[in-house]
């Protein structure tokens, strides 16, 4: 089981704007906003216990903000991963993958996609039965 991510950004005011936006309907929150040597570090989190970290800036020796990465975030309902999807492309995302069933996954995965701010290929994920 994965304890927590942290991914790099470009623009951390706009990466704030967005995932505080897009993962609201999922019961997520901002938990943590500081700065560690100069660079502003965001946590988000779910009941106070952060898993999605995001610091400003490319990574030592990168070049540049994580992207091109495919996130995935567990929803509480289907009505909670069509909230997400229109939070995010109203945030400035863009649609990569309507809500919908996916049942080339299996026959109850309903989920969403968006590219997020440094286009990574953001989700959120129902495997409830409808």
Known sequence: MIDHMTFRANDISRTQAFYGAALAPLGYALVYDASHDGLRVLGYGRDGKIDTWFV????????????????????????AVDAFHAAAVAAGGRDNGAPGLRPHYHPDYYGAFVIDPDGNNVEAVCHDKA
């Open 56 to 79: 400003e800036g490319p990574s030592d020796g990168s070049g540049g903000p994580t992207t091109g990465c495919h996130l995935a975030w567990r929803a509480p309902s289907r009505a």
